[in-house]
């Protein structure tokens, strides 16, 4: 070892700021990386730029009043986020929803997880490096569902669409063709992202094997959604614990095998196949009828507590609600699915290479707004 | 020696300087620097305009039109906002490096040109070592785009330039290797002479060759998928994360600048140069710089990138060898079927290609990635 000691050649690791001002960091968030040369050994998230204290805004609200501020935590999903919550005050008061409402509901929640693993898959295509093509691709039917969520709320990104007791309105009439076209059309556009790269040489180069979570690992940090799917638990909070109508309706939990970055990608356009399986069926059954309960403007809640989940696009959202007969909420936790997908970041990117950590942190597909509250 | 170079003698005559050039030696210089310079600066910007139009068409959305008919003046207003732009040098930055990397990184570009024959006797200097010329002066580059990484005392730029010194000295050797094909049979290093002796476009004879040349440059000018020195999703600009102004605007003009002159020496190497019938010389060499040129954002637009460990693995696992195995094939070719018809050549040698190709990336593997820390 005499070369060694004579060459005298020291390197030592440095540590780089990823964000929270990067273009792949979606959104606020900080990587305090330490590095040696391209190789990631130290990892610390750093979080908080988003805080807007939405779990304690919403104790000065009514119950009603809380539902636009749900709309800003996932802002990619912000049906979802509604359902979530409004689920959770039902299920403290006890009131029925009707049947049309609970279609509708599931109509726009899968609308919606279509829409989000579209930004989802587009933006860690984007971070592999393919030069914003595909996801302007995926912009481009995703332009389609918001227009579609538009007509019946409105609003193109908060939708502030569902009501405790069903839904604000009932769809216009252009509403059921439009969809109709949609759902049609929808599993050729997959195909078409998929003939661009799913098999694509290089993509595959860059995301097998890379990032693996493994099952164990997934379920002890309490990862769900797509990411604990693509690692091969078949936990999906529609099949596992059944809310709204999702029992009447037949679908496939897709599920990866080695839970590396490109099954989390196949997981989401799997997903996406299915979440149109989904909206055909809820069409063909449609009920006429009512689209809300009778529910008191000031609703007062029951003295107790109580937890609602539903699926997500991004895993298992959850509102953990306490009520104390007054007129607002005493206490309103969030269970946000890309917090503590997030938990598990470090060991899935300890010893890659920069580029690495940004395609492995890209696929878990976070969203600061959830993660920030 | 050369075996397929009928007709070089009245082309070498063109080649010559005129004898009734009016004022001679200097003047000629003169006349051809200004030529260069205005051709260098009008394709670009040319370049520019169509690269934004095309990708725009490629990724769903309609590119820059606002200025001008059809957004022509588009390179024109981007210059202007670029040298209405703060200069800004960090304040731990070296400043005088940090101000001349820009140039060094420029000049070199502009002085390819300088044997780039435009027509039959059309260029500055017909050096005997035109191509030889070529390589050296074009990897001066990277020394400007290091300096640019070291002076901005930026942990993004610094690893953007590290990144590229190892690229382009890895991806030069194969690059040469590809040029001595060309090189034995044409039996000369004069640009002039290469283009003389291409009866048939060397691409046919050297399609292997072809090919190794053409994904060895993309690295040389970072273009993707190997455009790891400003890969915006990693380290958001690589060595400009730290320039403004026009002092960007000159790295601009490199990227496309080392762009044109590639896509000039494809040109000239493989594709027959000015060679066409009917149009004038310097027509047939601008389509064919611009259809290359085409091809190279053509791929911009579709695949995402490779890591630096993968594109160093391709370099000297995959291309080395069969730049090799190109040069001894070539080489046998020359000596021992010296009479043989090129056809028959031109089968061998797609044969060669086809099961190289076939059987190295069935043998190569990129490696793994993680490293154990």
């Known amino acids: ?373 | 020696m050369a075996i397929y170079s009928p007709g070089l003698s009245v082309l070498s005559q063109n080649a010559a300087l005129p004898p009734d050039w009016p004022g001679g030696y200097w003047l000629h210089w003169l006349v051809f620097v200004v030529i260069i310079m205005t051709f260098v600066l009008a394709s670009i910007m040319g370049f520019i305009y169509f690269e934004r139009r095309g990708i725009g068409r490629f990724q769903v959305r309609l590119g820059p039109n606002r200025t001008g008919p059809f957004g022509i003046l588009q390179p024109v207003a981007d210059a202007i906002k670029v040298l209405l732009k703060e200069d800004i040098v960090p304040a731990k930055g070296d400043r005088i490096v940090h101000w001349l990397a820009p140039v060094v990184a420029f000049v070199p570009v502009l002085l390819i040109f300088a044997v780039v024959p435009f027509g039959g006797g059309a260029l500055l200097a017909d050096l005997n070592i035109g191509i030889l010329y070529v390589v050296a002066v074009s990897s001066v580059t990277v020394v400007g785009v290091f300096m640019a990484g070291w002076a901005s005392n930026n942990k993004y730029s610094l690893l953007g330039a590290m990144r590229d010194v190892a690229q382009v000295v890895s991806y030069e050797i194969p690059l040469l290797l590809s040029i001595v094909g060309v090189v034995l049979l044409t039996g000369s290093l004069s640009m002039i002479k290469i283009v003389a002796a291409q009866d048939l476009p060397f691409i046919l004879l050297q399609p292997l060759g072809f090919l190794i040349f053409f994904m060895a440059a993309l690295a040389e000018i970072n273009r993707t998928p190997f455009d790891l020195l400003e890969a915006e999703s990693e380290i958001v600009a690589g060595f400009h994360t730290e320039y403004s102004g026009m002092k960007f605007a000159m790295f601009y003009l490199v990227e496309y600048a080392e762009v044109l002159a590639i896509s000039a020496i494809i040109t000239t190497l493989f594709l027959g140069g000015w060679r066409g019938p009917l149009l004038p010389p310097f027509v047939w060499f601008l389509i064919k710089v611009f259809g290359v040129f085409f091809f190279i954002f053509w791929i911009r637009s579709t695949i995402p990138r490779l890591r630096i460990d993968q594109v160093m693995a391709f370099a000297w696992k995959a291309l080395l060898p069969l730049a090799l195995l190109n040069l001894v094939v070539t080489g046998i070719e020359i000596v021992a079927l010296p009479a043989i018809s090129p056809w028959v050549i031109i089968l061998i040698n797609l044969g060669v290609l086809a099961v190289l190709v076939v059987v190295w990336s069935r043998f190569f593997k990129l490696g793994g990635g993680r490293v154990a820390v």
Not at chain 1, 26 to 54: C, K, N, Q, S, W
Not at chain 1, 160 to 169: F, I, L
Not at chain 1, 186 to 193: L, V
Not at chain 1, 316 to 327: A, K, P, Q
Request: aromatic share 8%.
């Open chain 1, 1 to 373: 070892m005499a070369v060694k000691t004579e060459l005298k050649l020291k390197t030592e690791p440095f540590v780089l700021n990823i964000g929270p001002v990067h273009p792949s960091t979606h959104g606020v968030f900080r990587m305090r990386a330490t590095l040696d040369g391209e190789v990631l050994i130290d990892l610390e998230p750093v979080f908080g730029y988003l805080h807007r204290g939405i779990e304690k805004l919403a104790e000065g609200r009514t119950y009603t009043q809380v539902i636009p501020l749900t709309d800003r935590l996932d802002y990619l999903a912000s049906m979802s986020n509604n359902l979530a919550y409004v689920m959770a005050v039902e299920k403290l008061a006890g009131i029925t929803v009707p049947e049309r409402a609970e279609y509708l509901r599931v109509i726009m929640a899968e609308l919606q997880r279509i829409a989000s693993h579209l930004i989802a898959v587009g933006a860690f295509l984007n971070d592999c490096g393919a030069f914003m093509t595909p996801i302007l691709y995926m912009i481009r039917e995703r332009e389609k569902i918001l227009d579609l969520l538009e007509m019946v709320s409105g609003q193109r990104l908060t939708y502030n669409y569902m009501r405790v007791g069903g839904v604000s309105q009932d769809i216009p009439g252009e509403f059921l063709p439009a969809l109709r076209k949609f759902v049609q059309r929808m599993p050729s556009y997959i195909d078409e992202y998929d003939q661009l790269l799913a098999e694509n040489e290089i993509l595959l180069a860059r995301s097998k094997g890379v990032g693996i979570l493994p099952k164990d690992m997934a379920i002890n940090a309490s990862a769900s959604g797509p990411v604990l799917r693509a690692s091969g638990v078949k936990w999906d909070i529609r099949k596992a614990d059944p809310y709204s109508v999702y029992d009447r309706f037949q679908f496939d939990i897709p599920t990866g095998s080695v839970g590396d970055c490109y099954d989390r990608y196949r997981v989401r356009v799997q997903e996406m196949r299915q979440s149109v399986r989904i909206i055909k069926q809820v069409m063909e059954g449609l009920p006429e009828g009512e689209v809300k309960a009778e529910v008191a403007h000031f609703l007062r809640l029951p003295v107790g507590e109580t937890y609602a989940h539903i699926e997500s696009p991004r895993g298992e959202l959850g509102f953990y609600l306490v009520s104390d007969n007054s007129i607002a909420p005493y206490r309103l936790h969030i269970r946000a699915p890309s917090l503590i997908n997030l938990t598990a970041l470090r060991d899935m990117t300890l010893g890659w290479k920069v580029a690495d950590v940004i395609i492995i942190f890209g696929s878990i597909d976070i969203n600061m707004g959830e993660v920030d509250r």
